[in-house]
């Protein structure tokens, strides 16, 4: 069974920078196009940022985080990365990693908490 497991969210101000790791037990990562996801609380789960699979060369974000996320990979460590930076009170949410939503989700994790303070 697949379990992802979720990491690096905390509380910042606005402007701050959090990097966020998701690592998978049960499933080699590097195969899979992978994503980030996030829900804020009283919204519908949101797609942030996709990478395709293997060497991850093509990179998607929502508009919403263009040029202030970046996501990335490390197959040897069986990890997914999302770095944050210029963050705002409107990026508050829990993030979540899965499989890129275009070719099926597994199940999800415990995601990890992003509070952005003003």
């Known amino acids: 069974q697949v379990q992802f497991v979720e990491s690096g969210g905390g509380l910042v101000q606005s402007g701050g920078s959090l990097r966020l790791s998701c690592t998978a037990s049960?499933?080699?990562?590097?195969?899979?196009?992978m994503a980030w996801y996030r829900q804020a609380s009283g919204e519908q789960r949101e797609l942030v940022a996709t990478i395709s699979g293997d060497l991850g060369f093509e990179r998607k974000y929502a508009d919403s985080t263009k040029g202030r996320f970046t996501i990335s990979r490390d197959n040897t460590k069986n990890t997914v990365t999302l770095q944050m930076t210029n963050l705002t009170p409107e990026d508050t949410a829990v993030y979540y990693c899965?499989?890129?939503?275009?070719?099926?989700?597994?199940?999800w994790g415990q995601g990890t908490q992003v509070t952005v303070s003003s």
């Open positions: 899965n499989r890129n939503q275009a070719f099926g989700i597994f199940s």
């Open positions: 049960g499933l080699q990562l590097s195969p899979y196009s």
